[in-house]
């Protein structure tokens, strides 16, 4: 039972912003107003909703693995269409039964961990330089892209499930639970509460002693490892985790949509976690998952309008951020407002 | 008589591979070398080369000139973006990398909403030449020749011009070689134009073998990265050539049996391994060969 | 008879043709504060890494505490009880003072488990800091940042540090200061080799001196036997 003052004291750890009750009062009722949002709201409407809420696990991935770790990977969506793919395969095959969805789940979960396992392992432990990592995910995905884009004949197949090439996969099942179909409204709160489930749950891994350590890695890999740490086993451990919460947003995509395409995990798809974790701000789980849901909501309005714009506007914002808000414009915010005597007074915060 | 022929047409598969990978990396290594940093527009700048060449040349520029042009216009373009943007990053490798992604998506997005999806093509210049069974390109076998003279200009310059020893020295010790009277400001302007010039010449020199479209630069992202990855940042010359040379010897064998794309895998796996066992690339090997030998002379 | 803490056989390193160690053995008995002084270019540094694991021996051994560490990496042994601090301070700036606490609180030892939380606080509460300062650390005068990276060390509970020129950059009222807390830490087990420029400083805490010229064991002894020797005096003043 004292495990929980103790899990409480780390939720509200100082490695993300906002800690005072005044900010958990607010963080409430935000989580109270998402839940009973869709009252108002149409089925369609709720499930738009969802999809700029699937994307945050990617974005949170990310956001751990360079804020809080300091290693940069381009290459995280390869591990959204790993996952997408391999549920769409065996949920595919497993049509009918109804632990096929928690089957394809798994499978695309055990795989992203899997083979970032084993990237993770010649890029750590052969102690390369900074630049290394972004570039050879880069050239990973990049290479996913171009193998599934050449799977479009017949023979291209897992059991009875095409892979389909270029035009990517589709009548990929739904998720289930027993033999419920979660879609609609109730995909909505599927993906709500794990995202909720997910954020908090990093919360707490920043804030643990764990999370310590990550950031002094970040800070000095050498002096990290001069104080006794194995760095190269954490460091894989962020990658690995960083890729299995990519695969989740991954498999809540295809669960979503039910089809995905070789161009989710292309150059263009890859820049977007990027962008949404660079223009919220790296060091700050919060800021990652807000800038997420407003860039995914202002891409999808965009597109309505005219989409060819909209990745310009992607790059324009990209650039912006980095040379005028370079740790984030949440966090600038949220440096900024405290001392104009909004939001009440905060004492020294920590970088 | 047959076999000579194999012979010949083994070694050529070889080279233009090995002219491929280095014409698409040379541009990244030169920057690389001196700032430390990888640019990522380096595709789109590839693709402004291209885009450069088919507009002289559908003009009646002779392809040559265009490719010169190219050179050019994409290393003025570079020089622009290194004073507006990169140089605000030196020191923050990770952010010149997500900038020069942004600047990426400007570009090859800007060059659709511009120019549409597709620029007319420029045919292949030169015929073939038949040796045995085997037909050669032209084309290609000037291609290897000018990576030849390339690297022996490149050479020339870092070794025997003034503005490349001060490049060097900048390489190797901003601090002192500022200390020194080295306008280092000016260096790192030039390089970076440089790179860029020779992304634009590499672009503008296989325009003619590919599809002129915005976002025709991704096909030599991938083959540049890893080449850049295996050189390392040490030697620019020698990281570019031993790398092209390395990785030429295991994408052609494989790339022969098994096809293209596996052939560009394997290069992502041989690069794994590489790195694991010279984490700072050949350059970095090769150059303690060099210091070694200098020392001794 | 007890093992003593380090010692070095035959240590030898060469770096394209130069030598920068050769034939250096040392041995550091438990509980000893020694200092090893040279004048500059003599090698100092190179032991100081060779020590560590930094750099491995081209000829020679390392043994601590008993154990041949030759082929092991600087990290394992940290782990195997040694603290080692750099001449260029590698506190973790930007965090703040109480987040470098908490990066050293999961140290994982080989051999025992230790409480690092109160070794840290006692370390930094001797030192002057207070530990749950939110400051950032770059923003601490000079001395005290490198009191904190060596507060970061001691918490690690090693049985013995290395300080690569700790007084560096520090006024004489600083340093008397830093002499003292490792005069203090000494007398309660902890051995310390300490690589310095500072005379004085030498003066003040050493209890035994091993003189490095280039690249070789010169002299060593106490104190007063360093102080009067001849040739010391002569290496410095550059006659040798």
Known sequence: ??????????????????????????????????????????????????????????????????????????????????????????????????FGPIAGSLCGIALCAVVAAIFGYFVFYGRVQNWIVPILTLVLTLLLETFLGQTAGYQWRVGSVQLGGYNGMTGIPGFQLGSHVVMGYDFYYYVLIAVLAIYLGLRLLVNSRHGKVLLAIREDPIRTELLGYDIRARQLVAFVLAAVLAGISGLFYVQWGNYITPSQVGLLQASLPVVWVAVGGRESLLAVLMSTVALNWLNYTLSSEGYQYALIITGALLVVVMLFFPSGIVIALARELPKRGLFGRRKGHAA | MDSFATIVSVIYQFATNGAFLLLSAVGLIVILGMMNIINLAHGELMMMGAYTASIAWHRNVPFWLCVILAFFVVGIFGAVLERAIVRRFYGRELGALVVTWGISLILSQGALAVFGPFLPAIPIPGGSVAVGQYSFSVYWLSIIALCGVLIAGLWALYN????????????????????????????YM????????????????????????????????????ITVVVGGAANVITGAVGSSVLLSLVKTPIGFVFGAFVGTVALLFAALIIIRLMPDGISAVLQRQIDRRNRFA | MSEPILRTEGLGKRFDGVVAASDVSITIPRGELRCIIGPNGAGKSTLFSLLCGIYRPDAGRVFLKGEDVTRLPAFRRVRRGLGLTFQTNRAFHRLSVRQNLSAVLQIARADRPIDAEERYRFALERFGLDPDSEMPAKELPHHQLQWLEIAMVLAAGPDIVLLDEPTAGMSTDETLQTGAVLKRLNAGGLTIVVVEHDVAFVRDVAQRITVVHQGRVFAEGSVAEITEHADVRRIYLGKA
């Open chain 2, 160 to 187: 025997h011009t003034t503005i490349g020893l001060q490049a060097r020295a900048a390489m190797q010790n901003p601090a002192m070689a500022k200390a020194l009277g080295v306008n280092t400001d000016r260096i």
């Open chain 1, 1 to 98: 039972m004292a495990r929980v003052p103790h899990i409480l004291k780390l939720l509200s750890g100082p490695e993300d912003i906002g800690r005072s009750r005044w900010f958990w009062a607010v963080f409430i009722a935000a989580c109270v107003f998402m839940l009973v949002y869709p009252r108002w709201l149409s089925e369609f409407q709720a499930t738009n909703l969802a999809y700029y809420l699937l994307n945050v696990p990617i974005a949170l991935g990310l956001g751990l693995l360079w804020g809080y770790c300091g290693v940069l990977s381009f290459g995280q969506v390869a591990y959204f269409g790993i996952a997408g793919y391999t549920y769409g395969i065996v949920a595919g095959n497993m049509v009918g039964d109804d």
């Open chain 2, 190 to 225: 030039l390089t970076f134009s440089l790179g860029a010039g020779l992304a634009g010449l590499s672009g503008a020199l296989f325009a003619p073998t590919v599809s002129i479209a915005p976002f025709m630069g991704q096909q030599f992202v991938a083959p540049a990265f």
